[in-house]
């Protein structure tokens, strides 16, 4: 069954740095999102993404974050300069038609841990 | 503002025997979908069931069924003949139409005991 990839599975990193976390989505799949989960809390919407645009973001996307789809294959979430409070597991899920019409389908994450 | 409450962060149920997850939500739209995910302890979060905001038939899933309740803000999760397998943590989402954009509760951990 196809299955959305994401690497690294666990990225450490100095804060102020530039991290970018991958995602592979299905490949017929055409919305990408992003999320994030803070340890022990909810699931926090960040993005979403189609026809190669955000279609979607929430307060917490700001300026620091930024998605792009480089290859037609990869979907990649870009943090610029990574704050403590960026310390999270993300998520990446994909779906074939708009997400209330179709299921999502989620990574395993990446965990991030900003030091 | 759109948000998602789960009350339960923790809940046991004996195998075999039925449970059920609560989850409110608030909101002023009137078109939007409601959504119970599953994390098992391996992280990728899988759909379980899901509910049209329009339709006042409660969507059932073999064992997993939903009790909603639009005017009280309600989407419960009923769990029958509980499994090892459904021990996970279980998230409550909401989706308004035409926008492409989830709000998740902070999901209720549920043991099941042999």
């Known amino acids: 069954e196809p299955e959305v990839t994401q690497t690294p599975s666990h990225q450490v990193t100095q804060m102020g740095q530039e991290v970018i976390l991958r995602c592979v989505p299905i490949s017929n799949h055409l919305y990408f999102y992003w999320y994030r989960q803070i340890l022990g809390q909810k699931v926090e919407f960040l993005v979403s993404f189609y026809n190669n645009e955000i279609s979607e973001k929430s307060e917490i996307f700001d300026d620091q974050f930024s998605v792009e789809r480089p290859d037609g294959s990869n979907f990649t979430l870009k943090i610029r300069s990574t704050k403590l409070e960026d310390s999270a597991m993300y998520f990446c899920?994909?779906?074939?038609?708009?997400?209330?019409?179709?299921?999502?389908?989620f990574g395993p994450g990446t965990r991030l841990t900003v030091l | 503002a759109q948000t998602v409450t789960q009350s339960q962060p923790e809940m046991s149920v004996q195998e075999a025997e039925t449970v059920t997850l609560s989850c409110t939500y608030d909101?002023?739209?009137?078109?939007?979908?409601l959504f119970w995910y599953k994390q098992p302890p391996s992280r990728q979060m899988i759909l379980v069931i899901r509910?049209?905001?329009?339709?006042?038939q409660n969507a059932t899933e073999n064992r997993f069924s939903v009790n909603f309740q639009k005017a009280a803000k309600s989407f419960s999760l009923k769990i029958s003949d509980s499994q090892l397998g459904d021990a996970a943590m279980y998230f409550c989402a909401y989706h308004i139409y035409n926008f492409n954009k989830f709000y998740f509760g902070s999901g209720t951990k549920l043991n099941v005991k042999p």
């Open positions: 909101t002023s739209e009137s078109d939007y979908y």
């Open positions: 899920a994909s779906c074939s038609g708009g997400a209330y019409t179709d299921t999502q389908y």
């Open positions: 509910q049209e905001a329009y339709k006042q």
